[in-house]
């Protein structure tokens, strides 16, 4: 498995895909990569000579904020968040939805599986 910036990025895939399993580089970006190093798109990334992983490497490096330092970057902008105590820092903290969605229903990913609440049992009115 080529290695790149400290992640294995898969064999068979062709070279543009496999960019992507690098944190912040999408479609767009990989498309880029390929075509300012010279690499065919569409070549294998097992195929890639050690050349070729060299100029992907050192092109990332100066150029773009990628991986662990891109991790950093938003956990930075979280924390800033939730410490300045605005309300999407507020949001973060508690774990739930930032960006306006709806709770009432959904949001399962945010917020965890169902707490199930148990419910009042036949309560008889006395007089």
């Keep these: 498995m080529p290695r790149i910036l400290g992640v294995d990025i ?10 992507r399993y690098i944190y912040g580089i999408g479609p767009f970006l990989a498309e880029q990569l390929c ?25 990332l490096d100066s150029e773009y904020v990628v991986e662990g ?29 930032v960006h306006g969605q709806r709770t009432r229903t959904n949001a399962r990913t945010r917020k965890g599986p169902r707490k199930t609440v148990a419910g009042k049992k036949g309560v008889k009115e006395m007089r």
Aim: hydrophobic share 30%.
């Design 10 to 19: 898969p064999n068979d895939k062709r070279t543009v895909i496999a960019l």
């Design 35 to 59: 075509e300012r190093t010279g690499i065919d798109p569409d070549k294998r990334s097992k195929d890639l000579t050690e050349d070729d992983l060299a100029k992907l490497a050192s092109l």
């Design 69 to 97: 330092q891109l991790r950093r970057q938003v956990q930075q902008a979280i924390s800033r968040l939730r410490d300045i105590g605005c309300y999407r820092g507020l949001r973060h903290r508690k774990g739930l939805p």
